[in-house]
C-alpha cells in the first residue's frame, strides 16, 4: 500500500504544484484583461447613457447653461442651470447602473487564447467567464472645459466625469477595480473680440 501511495501523492503534489504555477503566471494578464473588459464596456454604457438621455430630452446647451452679454454684445457671464444639470446626472445615473448590472459573462468573457500572448491564438479557444459581482453606485460631476480655438473664440465644454466601483468575478477570485468616463454632455463656441494686435 505504501508503494502504490507514494506515487499518488507524488502525483497529486505535482499536479497541484503546476496549476499554482500556471494561476500565478496567467492570473495579472487575465487581470488586466477582465479590467479592460470592462472599462470599455462600462465607457459604452455612459457613452450611450448620455446620448440616450439628451435625445429623449431634447437638452441643448441653452438648456444647461445660459450666456449673458453685456451692452457690447460680449459674453460677460455663464450661468449653469444647476437645477437641470442634477436632474440629467441622476437620470444618467440611474441608466448606467441598471445597465452595468445587466452585463453578462458572455459579454465580458475572455478566449483563453488571449492569455497565450499569441497573435495567431487571439480570441480562441473556450471563453473564461468574468462577470460584474457587484457594482456600487456610480457618482457623477460636471466639469467646465475651456479651450481656446483661435485669437477669439473659446470652446467651451460642459463635461461629465462619471466613476464606477464594481467588484468582477474571474476565474480563482474576484477583482476590484474603478471604471472612469468622461463625456461631453453639452459644448458651444465663443466668440469675443478680434483683438488690434496679435
Same mark, same amino acid.
Given at each position: 500500500?505504501?508503494?502504490?501511495?507514494?506515487?499518488?501523492?507524488?502525483? /497529486?503534489?505535482?499536479?497541484?504544484?503546476? &496549476?499554482? +504555477?500556471?494561476?500565478?503566471?496567467?492570473?495579472?494578464?487575465?487581470?488586466?484583461?477582465?479590467?479592460?473588459?470592462?472599462?470599455?464596456? &462600462?465607457?459604452? &454604457?455612459?457613452?450611450?447613457?448620455?446620448?440616450?438621455?439628451?435625445?429623449?430630452?431634447?437638452?441643448?446647451?441653452?438648456?444647461?447653461?445660459?450666456?449673458?452679454?453685456?451692452?457690447?454684445?460680449?459674453?460677460?457671464?455663464?450661468?449653469?442651470?444647476?437645477?437641470?444639470?442634477?436632474?440629467?446626472?441622476?437620470?444618467?445615473?440611474?441608466?448606467?447602473?441598471?445597465?452595468?448590472?445587466?452585463?453578462?459573462?458572455?459579454?465580458?468573457? &475572455?478566449?483563453?487564447?488571449?492569455?497565450?500572448?499569441?497573435?495567431?491564438?487571439?480570441?480562441?479557444?473556450?471563453?473564461?467567464?468574468?462577470?460584474?459581482?457587484?457594482?456600487?453606485?456610480?457618482?457623477?460631476?460636471?466639469?467646465?472645459?475651456?479651450?481656446?480655438?483661435?485669437?477669439?473664440?473659446?470652446?467651451?465644454?460642459?463635461?461629465?466625469?462619471?466613476? !464606477?466601483?464594481?467588484?468582477?468575478?474571474?476565474?480563482?477570485?474576484?477583482?476590484?477595480?474603478? /471604471?472612469?468616463?468622461?463625456?461631453?454632455?453639452?459644448?458651444?463656441? +465663443? !466668440?469675443?473680440?478680434?483683438?488690434?494686435?496679435?
Amino acid at each position: 500500500r505504501r508503494g502504490r501511495l507514494l506515487p499518488l501523492v507524488l502525483g /497529486v503534489g505535482m499536479a497541484l504544484a503546476v &496549476i499554482f +504555477l500556471v494561476d500565478s503566471a496567467l492570473r495579472p494578464t487575465l487581470t488586466t484583461l477582465a479590467r479592460a473588459r470592462v472599462e470599455n464596456a &462600462i465607457t459604452r &454604457i455612459v457613452n450611450d447613457a448620455v446620448n440616450g438621455t439628451l435625445s429623449s430630452e431634447a437638452i441643448s446647451y441653452p438648456d444647461l447653461v445660459t450666456v449673458e452679454k453685456d451692452s457690447a454684445g460680449q459674453v460677460s457671464v455663464l450661468a449653469a442651470n444647476t437645477a437641470q444639470l442634477n436632474t440629467l446626472r441622476t437620470e444618467i445615473l440611474d441608466e448606467v447602473l441598471t445597465q452595468v448590472e445587466q452585463l453578462d459573462s458572455q459579454e465580458l468573457g &475572455i478566449p483563453l487564447g488571449n492569455l497565450t500572448g499569441f497573435a495567431t491564438a487571439s480570441d480562441l479557444g473556450p471563453v473564461l467567464p468574468v462577470r460584474v459581482l457587484t457594482a456600487a453606485t456610480p457618482t457623477a460631476a460636471f466639469e467646465n472645459v475651456f479651450t481656446s480655438s483661435g485669437i477669439n473664440q473659446t470652446l467651451h465644454q460642459v463635461m461629465l466625469n462619471v466613476q !464606477v466601483e464594481c467588484t468582477l468575478l474571474i476565474p480563482g477570485g474576484t477583482v476590484d477595480t474603478v /471604471v472612469e468616463a468622461q463625456v461631453c454632455a453639452a459644448e458651444t463656441l +465663443l !466668440v469675443g473680440q478680434v483683438p488690434d494686435t496679435y
